[in-house]
């Protein structure tokens, strides 16, 4: 006999990329129990908030971190399970089945991950202080009990919710932030969002990610990751753990089960490192100036004289230095950097391979051949292939 045909109702923002991820994650439940699920996620979020007295329903799982949400099915006789930020203060949890994402161990992902590089000074970039950013405010302790504990100083900004109309300021306030900043240091900025407005501030003010300034956000988001000239590092939380999580849950509540525990706090998929962090010490100025050239501009295939008229200082001198400071030569980094980018690219994109070449300065797809040969024995295809395969085993095993 087949089980009962529920309706169920979703509230989250769909054009949150949290949200979204949350929501896969519930889809992923309904699939391998084979749920008799009919679910509703409303296409204009802000209407559905204004009707949440009336949903004709049989079950909920909504997004707690908007207090609107929470006050408005604070009584509601309909089983609902909560999603959102984890708490220290056990007043803020609701007294319903409660799945969060660990703002500590977020938090502490992204700090031990800088101080492994090698950095010594750390700031925080965060949101106001307002009910709709609660998350906001645990990861800045985390931060704060993090480096007062190791002695360091804790550099804090609250940076204004960003608009059209206020765009502009908020910029402007940002990079006097930046700017007062002692170097080199790294940077945990709340979420995957606010990190790329540091990013391309730090581009503004001619300040070099990652030697002067290491940058790392919060939610590892696939569609923007891309969207500055540097690659942003990023600790990706257990979204789709959580949405499984929450479904299973809503499933024991419908079926007359008591849930096995109240909350339920899911711990960070791991730090995605990319150019953003890959901080090193690097002491020499004219290194720097050239690491940070060679990162910019090493896919539009300069060569090392490019490089050295860029320092201005002359060849042998800055091959000496670079040699003392990396322990290989200019030509070797030009050739890791363009040769890192395309593994990236192959994979986490669908781009043809002699897109690809193209887009990292080699003069053919023959040459990219040559170069994947030379360095793995195997084809850029093959290469693919095998990423795929290993991404694959590492979901199935998560």
């Given at each position: 006999m087949?089980s ?9 923002n ?5 949200d979204?991820?949350?929501v ?5 439940y309904?699939?391998?129990a084979?749920c ?6 409303e296409?204009?979020f802000?209407?559905?908030?204004d ?8 079950g909920i799982?909504?997004?707690y ?10 009584n509601?006789t ?5 999603v959102?930020?984890?708490?220290r203060?056990?007043s803020?949890y609701?007294?319903?089945?409660y799945?969060?994402?660990d ?10 991950h ?5 950095l010594?000074?750390?700031a925080?970039y965060g ?8 998350y ?10 993090l480096?007062l ?6 550099h ?12 502009s300021q908020?910029?402007?306030?940002l990079?006097?932030?930046l700017?007062s ?8 900025a709340?979420?995957d ?7 391309q501030?730090?581009?503004h ?18 569609m923007?990751?891309?969207l500055?000239?540097?690659s942003?590092?990023s600790?990706g939380?257990?979204?789709?753990q959580?949405?499984?999580?929450a ?21 960070p ?11 090193k ?7 720097i100036?050239a690491?940070?050239y060679i ?8 060569k090392?004289?490019?490089?050295v008229?860029?320092?201005g ?5 800055l091959?000496?230095?670079f040699?003392?400071e990396?322990g290989?030569?200019i ?17 986490t ?9 193209t ?10 051949y ?7 024995q ?6 693919r292939l095998?990423?795929?395969?290993q991404?694959?085993e590492?979901t199935?095993?998560g």
């Amino acid at each position: 006999m087949f089980s009962k045909r529920y309706s169920i109702r979703l509230l989250f923002n769909a054009n949150k990329v949290y949200d979204r991820q949350v929501v896969a994650g519930i889809g992923e439940y309904l699939q391998s129990a084979q749920c008799d699920w009919d679910i509703f996620l409303e296409e204009d979020f802000h209407s559905a908030k204004d009707n949440l007295a009336d949903l004709g329903c049989d079950g909920i799982i909504a997004d707690y971190d908007d207090p609107l949400i929470q006050q408005a099915l604070h009584n509601s006789t309909i089983p609902v399970v909560a999603v959102g930020s984890s708490y220290r203060d056990q007043s803020f949890y609701p007294n319903i089945p409660y799945v969060a994402t660990d703002n500590d161990a977020l938090v502490e992902c992204a700090y031990q991950h800088l101080k492994k590089s090698g950095l010594r000074q750390f700031a925080f970039y965060g949101l106001p202080d307002e009910d709709t950013c609660r998350y906001s405010l645990e990861r800045e302790r985390a931060y704060r009990d993090l480096v007062l504990k190791d002695g360091f100083t804790a550099h804090v900004y609250r940076g204004k919710n960003t608009a059209h109309s206020t765009w502009s300021q908020s910029m402007a306030q940002l990079k006097a932030w930046l700017k007062s900043l002692p170097q080199p240091i790294g940077i945990i900025a709340v979420t995957d969002s606010r990190a790329r407005h540091l990013l391309q501030c730090c581009e503004h003010l001619g300040i070099f990610v990652p030697d002067q300034t290491a940058v790392i956000g919060i939610d590892n988001e696939k569609m923007a990751r891309y969207l500055n000239r540097v690659s942003l590092s990023s600790v990706g939380q257990g979204t789709h753990q959580m949405g499984y999580r929450a479904a299973h849950s809503l499933h024991q509540m419908l079926q007359g089960q008591a849930s096995e525990a109240k909350q339920f706090v899911i711990g960070p998929t791991g730090v995605f490192s990319r150019q953003s962090s890959d901080f090193k010490s690097l002491q020499d100025p004219n290194v720097i100036q050239a690491m940070h050239y060679i990162r910019q501009n090493a896919c539009r295939g300069i060569k090392v004289e490019q490089v050295v008229d860029y320092v201005g200082i002359s060849r042998s001198n800055l091959e000496k230095r670079f040699l003392e400071e990396h322990g290989y030569s200019i030509h070797h980094e030009l050739h890791q950097t363009k040769f890192n980018r395309a593994k990236d690219l192959l994979r986490t994109t669908t781009l043809a391979s002699s897109e690809i070449a193209t887009l990292c300065g080699y003069p053919s797809l023959q040459y990219l051949y040559t170069v994947f040969n030379k360095n793995l024995q195997q084809t850029p295809r093959e290469y693919r292939l095998q990423q795929a395969n290993q991404d694959a085993e590492t979901t199935e095993e998560g």
